[in-house]
């Protein structure tokens, strides 16, 4: 698994699905509809346009994509994981992100140099222990 955060901040963001947990139980991508991956690969391209810095920088920017970092320890948000599970977890866990592909649609992975891994698929916004994410468990 790649470490550190090498890459230059004015080259565009790439994705790799090389960490993308095809079993996990809430998150696999078998959970999800055709229409979510539609979204999500407009929402992939429209990402790639970004550098590292605008990704980063879009959560201060009214956020219409909707990516923030993820919390592990936020307790007013409690989550359904602690981790996402890999044999180099700090690293992972530490740069941990997530972006909305739809209303409720959510991609979650870390961000090393110009690299976004993608870790999971939630369709139904799982990973936040919200009402709603309750009601589809």
């Known amino acids: 698994m790649p470490t550190g955060e090498e890459g230059v ?6 994705f790799s699905f090389k960490c993308l947990d095809l079993d996990h139980r809430r998150f696999s991508p078998s ?3 055709v229409e979510f991956f539609r979204e999500l690969l407009s929402k992939i391209a429209e990402i790639s346009r970004l550098t590292r810095n605008d990704f980063i920088g879009s959560q201060q920017d009214g956020n219409r994509l909707w990516i923030h970092r993820i919390d592990w320890s936020d307790e007013r948000s409690p989550l359904s994981e602690n981790s996402f599970g890999l044999s180099d977890e700090l690293t992972a866990d530490e740069n941990a992100w997530q972006f909305d592909t ?8 870390y961000l090393l140099g110009g690299t976004f891994f993608v870790r999971w698929f939630d369709q139904d916004h799982r990973l936040y222990a919200t009402k709603r994410s309750r009601e589809k468990k």
Do not use: E, I
């Open 31 to 33: 959970n999800c509809n």
């Open 102 to 109: 739809s209303r409720s649609g959510r991609v979650y992975g």
């Open 9 to 14: 901040a004015s080259d565009k963001l790439v």
